[in-house]
């Protein structure tokens, strides 16, 4: 039997090594995938190939799916681990309960389109007869860099710095994600997620995230995942003081004191 937790730290790289492929090569948004069977074979692997193929539904995970059923000569992909760079979307959470895949390790959460608690929880829906086993967040800080890294060049913008995730920061400086964690984690994250915590002590966004999140990650990961997901859905986007929640200023008094955004 695989040693599952080092297995899919190892499959996610191997599919961050797809999506820099699905950039450099062709210039598409940089997501991988790779769809390896219980003993640790790779049936199908692929990168996001929208724009290259004129094809709508060619993502990384269908491109890998169809490769490891015309490998094995059929439609369904029991007992396989399908390992993607980015939570799936609608269409690939549900091919992927077509195809009866056993498992769904994914790397970076989608706050806009995500299909497998993000935004829709499509995986966990009682009314399918087939069941995925879910890990997300597998080092999902380093695909949602270069997720961020490719827009902003894109955009024109400076992209982050790989050693602290900010763009333009130095060595040495806490990151957004970082700080984000930490202060989640000293709202009892987990109070909130177990629906322990009054519900006005908090934000309804971020109540609403936390509570999404709790589906698809561990309580230990708990803190960390909700970081993850509301520094992606709301760090770009501009901080006002002023419109902050309760909760939402005492995160932006955090990044003040480190030194992440400026002040008036």
């Given at each position: 039997m695989p040693n599952l937790p080092a297995d899919d730290q190892r499959w996610i790289r191997h599919s961050l090594m797809l999506a820099d492929r699905a950039e450099r090569e062709h210039d598409e948004i940089p997501v991988g995938a790779v769809l390896v069977d219980a003993d640790g074979q790779v049936l199908g692997e692929g990168w996001n190939r929208n724009v290259s193929d004129h094809d709508p539904s060619a993502h990384a995970e269908i491109v890998a799916m169809r490769q490891a059923g015309q490998r094995l000569g059929n439609h369904r992909l029991s007992g396989c681990t399908l390992y993607v760079t980015l939570e799936p979307c609608a269409m690939c959470a549900m091919a992927a309960v077509h195809a009866r895949v056993a498992r769904l390790v994914f790397a970076a959460y989608d706050p806009k389109t995500g299909a497998a608690g993000s935004?829709?929880?499509?995986?966990?829906?009682?009314?399918?007869?087939?069941?995925?086993?879910?890990?997300?967040?597998?080092?999902?800080?380093?695909?949602?860099?270069?997720?961020?890294?490719?827009?902003?060049?894109?955009?024109?913008?400076?992209?982050?710095?790989?050693?602290?995730?900010?763009?333009?920061?130095?060595?040495?400086?806490?990151?957004?994600?970082?700080?984000?964690?930490?202060?989640?984690?000293?709202?009892?994250?987990?109070?909130?997620?177990?629906?322990?915590?009054?519900?006005?002590?908090?934000?309804?966004?971020?109540?609403?995230l936390a509570r999404q999140v709790a589906r698809i990650a561990s309580p230990a990961d708990a803190a960390h995942a909700v970081a993850r997901v509301f520094v992606a859905a709301f760090g770009d986007a501009g901080i006002d003081a002023a419109a902050c929640g309760p909760v939402g200023k005492r995160w932006f008094d955090a990044l003040l004191a480190e030194g992440l955004i400026a002040g008036d």
């Open positions: 935004v829709f929880d499509l995986l966990a829906d009682p009314r399918h007869n087939h069941r995925i086993e879910v890990r997300g967040g597998v080092l999902g800080e380093e695909a949602g860099r270069r997720l961020t890294d490719y827009f902003r060049r894109k955009r024109g913008k400076a992209t982050s710095d790989p050693m602290t995730g900010m763009p333009g920061q130095g060595a040495g400086r806490r990151t957004v994600f970082d700080v984000t964690a930490r202060v989640i984690r000293d709202w009892d994250c987990h109070g909130l997620l177990a629906g322990g915590a009054p519900a006005d002590e908090f934000d309804s966004e971020i109540a609403a």
